[in-house]
């Protein structure tokens, strides 16, 4: 573009002084609009929109939910929480008491069912007074029973539950909650980055009007509106991130990265975000029972179910032997174990307000995080923005150069009108 004036006269400039005065008011808002672009681009959207696989955009933290969740999750592993110092502050003691009256009549029904499928016609014959013995004594043996498979799994911990497989599959599935983690634990982060680009961008815009008037060159229009998007993007990430430790520049102020100078803040964000919303004895309970390893723990509850139906069926066991055969027998006690199985999300519910002040999950991430050195802690947000962090500082640069673009047409059109 060549505009039709090129001698900068003092008449020019009274006469569109308001064009002049307007150049650092614009780069302000290309530095603010490419901002909150590149804050959107990282979150937004959840599953790809567009035409696969290039022609579209999906949210680089949603994109890359796996690669975020491992991240995180080796932060809390390496770091913040070992599962078996959790799980040791619960008492199976405690447990079987909290399982005891809501166990009672799982077992029954539970009893009930199978002996009807298995041998209806004996069941319906056995006394009143012999059935209710026997479900009485399985249900007084079912808080052993439970004081023993929690100390089992205690023991055995790690054969039955995977932190990291907890973690990463439900960070997966809800990349919502993914989001949520990044964004509330750097929610002043993102501000900041924001806000930032309105100063940085009116005071490039300055240095590019005086330019302007000087030269009356079209191209310094794009340009500086390209530098204003790559810089205000570039300068707004290293002034969060460094230095670790606070530092004087040019003699004259201080300056540590936002994020280091936050711990303490964002830690308790973080801490308490991870526990109301991963680490939850809801969701270890179901990974627990459903995860990669819950076959070890079916195996587990198998053997102990079924020692206590031999040894509480007495003096039925013989009888039940007998009518239903040794294999069913056999099939008999799996299926009961089969059926605990099923009811034990219902019933370990009532255990979750225990397990949640036991464990203690939220003060313990936030007391540790805060303890954490700049390079460890650095290692729980950064990799939100280091992901891709180059499109983002790239689509600020171009949308910078096509709004420079934008202010030589309008100038054109004011001074050729």
């Not at 567009?50 to 579209?56: A, D, M, V, Y």
């Not at 995977?162 to 599959?169: E, F, P």
Request: aromatic share 12%; proline share 5%; hydrophobic share 45%.
């Amino acid at each position: 573009m060549i505009l039709l004036f090129n001698v900068v006269s003092l008449e020019n400039i009274k006469e569109f002084w308001w064009l002049y005065l307007s150049m650092p008011f614009i780069a302000a808002i290309i530095g603010y609009g490419t901002k909150i672009v590149a804050i959107k681009m990282m979150f937004e959207p959840i599953e790809f929109f567009g035409i696969k696989p290039f022609l579209g955009w999906q949210g680089i933290i949603p994109k890359k939910a796996a690669i975020m969740s491992a991240i995180a999750c080796d932060t809390l592993t390496s770091r913040l929480i070992k599962p078996e110092e959790i799980f040791a502050r619960l008492d199976p003691e405690r447990v079987a008491q909290e399982l005891e009256k809501p166990m009672l009549p799982i077992v029954e029904k539970i009893t009930h069912e199978v002996m009807t499928h298995y041998q209806p016609g004996l069941w319906e014959s056995i006394p009143e007074n012999a059935k209710r013995l026997l479900i009485k004594q399985i249900q007084r043996e079912s808080p052993d029973m439970v004081r023993q498979l929690m100390q089992e799994t205690k023991d055995n911990l790690n054969n039955v539950f995977d932190l990291k497989d907890m973690v990463i599959t439900n960070l997966t599935r809800n990349k919502k909650l993914l989001n949520k983690i990044f964004y509330e634990s750097g929610e002043k982060e993102f501000q900041f980055i924001k806000h930032s680009g309105i100063y940085f961008g009116f005071m490039i815009g300055l240095v590019q009007m005086i330019v302007w008037m000087l030269t009356q060159e079209p191209l310094v229009m794009p340009i500086f509106g390209l530098f204003t998007g790559w810089f205000t993007d570039w300068l707004a990430l290293k002034m969060i991130f460094a230095p670790q430790q606070e530092k004087k520049f040019l003699g004259i102020f201080k300056w540590q990265g936002l994020f280091f100078k936050r711990q303490q803040e964002v830690a308790s964000a973080y801490g308490a975000l991870i526990a109301k919303e991963i680490l939850t004895p809801s969701n270890m309970i179901e990974s627990i029972l459903t995860g990669k390893l819950s076959d070890n723990l079916f195996n587990m509850i198998q053997k102990n179910i079924q020692q206590m139906v031999d040894s509480q069926s007495g003096i039925l066991k013989p009888i039940v032997v007998f009518a239903v055969g040794s294999d069913k027998y056999k099939a008999m006690k799996n299926s009961i174990t089969e059926n605990m199985i099923k009811q034990l999300p219902v019933a370990l519910k009532h255990i979750e307000k225990y397990a949640e002040d036991a464990m203690d999950i939220q003060n313990t991430l936030v007391t540790k995080m805060q303890e954490l050195t700049p390079d460890e802690f650095e290692g729980v947000l950064r990799p939100a923005f280091k992901q891709d962090e180059w499109i983002l500082i790239t689509v600020g640069a171009v949308l910078g150069f096509m709004v420079g673009e934008l202010q030589v047409l309008l100038m054109e059109f004011f001074v050729l009108h």
